[in-house]
């Protein structure tokens, strides 16, 4: 009876403070990590789609037209720094420094504003220049990826901003930094998406 | 292969070894005990502001070479090859990667191999239909 009661924990894992999945890892950090590799080939499909039709439209309808290089690197700057922010959050709260925790946290969140809002002013001016969502199949590819970015990084200023106000109201003690990691490997991954972005759609000549 | 069937009695044996069962069960020999084993395999802040500094220097080489004379090939193959740096960089030391489990990593490298690979035959085969 004990060994027959012994197995079935083995075998399923114990329930309780960690949620520990047969291979010894925490199963919301293996779940995390299996989306971000679906989310690659997400992104994937987004990238090749906009190196297909990059070319097909009249001039002034194509994003390469109306880049602004400068502008679009101080933007990439500032993500790339909010996963420095991010990374120093959960040093934070693995050192039970919690104030800190969520001075990054919040520094994260604004640095992820800048950008979307960087994002907001871009899609502005070039619709105004008059490339629209459907001017040619390149404008369409380029809003459709950047776009679709642009919604991951709201939404992980959103998660950052909800992770802040359970600090505040102590639902996130130093045992669970766990929750504030998964937050941190979303928002590298969408730092690390816009890396390609940067490169392959703004720098890259056509 | 290491045989991973048990009888009853060796899981009961392996339950007092504490969290080797686990590995034990599965067959999964390499995987930590837990998520917090390696935490403080970890690196300080200093390392991450190195990183972040580094990720910065390449991001201005990036732009630089956008307004270099280079041609198409090796500008296409510079800037890539910076992508890729950085892309590592975020990935295995912002993202712990370097420092989690194996299979985590394997997972990850999956996802971007399938990516990569997938989608390079589809903009082959794409653009020549498109043309």
């Known amino acids: ?206 | 292969m290491k045989d991973t069937t048990h009888s009853p009695a060796d899981l009961v044996r392996e339950d007092s070894e504490g969290p080797e069962v686990d590995r034990v069960v599965v067959g999964v020999e390499d995987a930590p005990p837990s998520s917090d084993a390696h935490a403080d395999e970890h690196p300080d802040d200093g390392v991450y502001v190195k990183v972040a500094a580094i990720l910065a220097a390449v991001t201005a080489v990036e732009v630089g070479l956008y307004y270099t004379d280079l041609s198409g090939i090796q500008l296409v193959a510079l800037l890539m090859g910076l992508a890729v740096i950085k892309f590592g960089m975020v990935v295995a030391y912002f993202m712990h990667l370097r420092f989690d489990a194996r299979l985590l990593r394997r997972l990850f490298v999956t996802g971007v191999v399938l990516a990569g690979f997938v989608f390079s035959i589809a903009l082959f085969t794409m653009d020549i239909l498109l043309r």
């Open chain 1, 1 to 206: 009876m004990q060994a027959s009661a012994t197995v079935t924990s083995v075998a399923v894992g114990t329930p309780g403070e960690h949620d520990f999945a047969a291979t010894g890892i925490d199963s919301r950090k293996l779940g995390m990590w299996a989306f971000l590799a679906s989310e690659c080939l997400f992104f994937g499909a987004l990238i090749s789609s906009y190196l297909l039709y990059r070319t097909k439209g009249e001039e002034g309808t194509r994003p390469h037209d109306l880049y602004d290089i400068p502008y679009t690197s101080v933007s990439s700057f500032v993500l790339l720094m909010s996963s420095l922010t991010m990374v120093l959050a959960l040093s934070a709260i693995k050192r039970h420094d919690h104030y800190r925790m969520r001075v990054w946290l919040l520094a994260t969140a604004l640095l992820g504003m800048v950008f979307v809002g960087g994002q907001v002013y871009e899609f502005t001016v070039f619709n105004h220049e008059g490339m629209h969502l459907s001017s040619s199949p390149a404008s369409s590819s380029f809003f459709v990826l950047t776009g679709f970015h642009g919604m991951h990084v709201t939404g992980g200023i959103f998660w950052l901003l909800s992770l802040v106000g359970l600090s505040l109201r102590g639902h996130v003690p130093s045992e669970r930094h766990l929750d504030v990691e998964m937050a941190g490997l979303y928002w590298h991954f969408v730092d690390v998406v816009w890396i390609v972005i940067f490169t392959i759609v703004y720098l890259v000549p056509m």
